[in-house]
């Protein structure tokens, strides 16, 4: 998954939209974007959206963000959208992989109920949204086959933290919050997952948002979370391999196969080592999955 656009459970309209907008997930929000007093009728919409999306013949993944476990709301969320047979949760604030066990138990009760096969619906955590989970990062590996990525966030995490912003007046992420990407960005190569980048909250800012995007890019992330269905075209383009770039992972894994006892391979005068290979191997891995 390049782009996973948020859409709140409590607009058919938005749902229906966010249905063309060329997103490879959708995060349908239960949580931050639905006030306590909307979360029932929220969730009933969230799960009429899910039968009738998870129907068709070409749609994007399809999540849903539940409450936090902290919240008490989570089981009544899972009860509604569990039937309507959803590719994955996202779970907000998540402290370890402890918490994802949580998640996993509650998960099978509601397949089991529902029909649906054990581990069906995955899970994607919210890694660094307290200051707990922070500490908590290096936990998720082996938690629970049901973890498909980590991903992280800021604005809980300031306001947690008792910051006055998280971000610089250049729109760059502030200290604290470089540490949280670094540690969510560890945390899922640590556990084999995909490492997706958080929302960037000036959406009218596309230089900015490519430039951020470029960044996480760069540093191993494969994805990014967007806010605005204007922000998925910019995600794609940054977050899919160029044409030069397959070429070029493609030469570097026919070289190691054509000299399978070396440790180094040299192609156009540069030196390329294994982890050169592994990275080139993970390149077309991705460019295979989205074909």
Not at 23 to 45: C, H, N, P, T, Y
Not at 58 to 67: C, D, E, L, Q, S
Not at 191 to 217: K, L, P
Request: aromatic share 6%; glycine share 8%.
């Amino acid at each position: 998954m390049r782009s996973l656009l948020f859409v709140p459970a409590d607009s058919p309209k938005k749902l229906d939209k966010a249905m063309a907008s060329g997103a490879d997930a959708l995060i349908v929000d239960l949580e931050d974007s639905i006030a306590l007093d909307g979360k029932a009728a929220a969730r009933q919409s969230a799960a009429a959206f899910l039968k009738e999306a998870m129907a068709s013949a070409a749609r994007p993944y399809v999540m849903v963000r539940v409450n936090g476990l902290q919240t008490g709301l989570t089981d009544a969320d899972l009860d509604t959208i569990a039937p309507a047979r959803p590719d994955a949760i996202m779970l907000p604030k998540t402290e370890g992989g402890a918490a994802v066990i949580h998640a996993d138990a509650k998960l099978a009760v509601r397949e089991a109920t529902a029909g649906l096969p054990d581990g069906h619906i995955k899970i994607l955590p919210i890694a660094t949204e307290t200051a707990a989970a922070l500490f908590l990062t290096g936990t998720f590996a082996g938690a629970s086959a049901r973890l498909i990525g980590l991903t992280w966030g800021a604005e809980d995490l300031s306001a947690e933290l008792g910051a006055q912003t998280n971000r610089d007046a250049q729109g760059r992420f502030l200290d604290p919050y470089r540490l949280a990407r670094t540690l969510c960005l560890a945390g899922a190569a640590a556990a084999s997952v995909q490492a997706i980048d958080t929302v960037y909250v000036d959406f009218r800012n596309a230089e900015g948002f490519r430039r951020e995007c470029e960044e996480a890019c760069r540093d191993g992330f494969t994805g990014k979370m967007a806010i605005h269905p204007a922000q998925v075209p910019i995600i794609n383009d940054v977050f899919t391999p160029s044409a030069s770039a397959i070429t070029h992972a493609r030469a570097v894994v026919a070289a190691f196969a054509a000299n399978p006892g070396a440790g180094v391979v040299g192609i156009g005068g540069v030196m390329y080592d294994r982890p050169h290979l592994c990275r080139a191997k993970q390149l077309l891995a991705r460019t295979e999955r989205r074909e």
